[in-house]
């Protein structure tokens, strides 16, 4: 079964502080993973896409990172900011399908406090 | 800033009624999606769209129906809305293809009482 699983599932920081979210996925065969930041009551924004053969990848102050042989990735925040809270979800694509279907994750809820 | 729109952002509504989201996009794209969002819960996908005249159903059941007349217009109907609609809906659409990106609307939060 296509999964995908993000911890922790919610996290608190100082503003200033860095923090890594998690994201392990079972979907095969693999495609591309993503990840987006979504603002309460909004629809999500990519941060960062990245196929099988990249295994890094930064927009600004997020990092995103992929293992794809031990199917997991990470996204690091760097001195985070009272902006940054919201939640992050990590998204797989499958190649099994002319849609390219999209497997979410439920997200990481992120709280920034001054 | 992507060129995808949904109205209402926010309805409330009385139980039995006809409601229709809108969603149009600027950008051209062939593939469109609505999906489904409870809080603190990730995305379903309802409903999705190749193209023109194309409406297939997603991974969710959902009591909704779609139609895909022109390439920029994807609007979900609902024809005798209940409670357990409550949820919100994203609008989404791609180019195509695989490792396309997708564009989100804003969602429209329903709550039907």
């Known amino acids: 079964k296509n999964q995908v699983e993000q911890s922790p599932q919610s996290l608190i920081i100082l503003e200033g502080k860095n923090c890594t979210l998690q994201?392990?996925?079972?979907?095969?065969?693999?495609?591309?993973l993503r990840w987006y930041k979504q603002d309460t009551g909004r629809g999500p924004v990519s941060l960062t896409i990245?196929?099988?053969?990249?295994n890094t990848k930064s927009n600004g102050r997020y990092t995103a990172t992929l293992d794809a042989d031990t199917k997991q990735s990470s996204l690091h925040i760097t001195a985070s900011q009272l902006s940054d809270s919201a939640s992050y979800i990590c998204?797989?694509?499958?190649?099994?399908?002319?849609?390219?279907?999209?497997?979410f994750g439920r997200g990481t809820q992120l709280t920034v406090w001054p | 800033e992507a060129d995808i729109y949904q109205t209402p952002r926010y309805l409330v509504i009385g139980t039995g009624k006809k409601i229709t989201l809108e969603c149009s996009q600027t950008?051209?794209?062939?593939?469109m999606y609505w999906y489904q969002q409870d809080p603190g819960m990730e995305l379903h996908l309802i409903h999705y769209?190749?193209?023109?005249?194309?409406?297939e159903k997603g991974d969710l059941s959902s009591e909704s129906t779609v139609s895909r007349i022109r390439t920029e217009h994807f609007p979900l109907t609902l024809e005798s809305a209940r409670p357990s609609h409550t949820s919100q809906y994203l609008c989404?659409?791609?180019?195509?293809?695989?490792?396309?990106?997708?564009?989100f609307g804003q969602g429209t939060r329903l709550t039907v009482v």
């Open positions: 989404a659409s791609s180019e195509g293809g695989v490792g396309i990106e997708a564009f």
């Open positions: 994201c392990n996925y079972t979907v095969s065969p693999f495609s591309n």
């Open positions: 990245m196929t099988f053969s990249e």
């Open positions: 998204v797989v694509s499958d190649r099994g399908s002319t849609l390219g279907r999209l497997y």
């Open positions: 950008m051209g794209h062939d593939k």
């Open positions: 769209s190749y193209g023109v005249n194309s409406t």
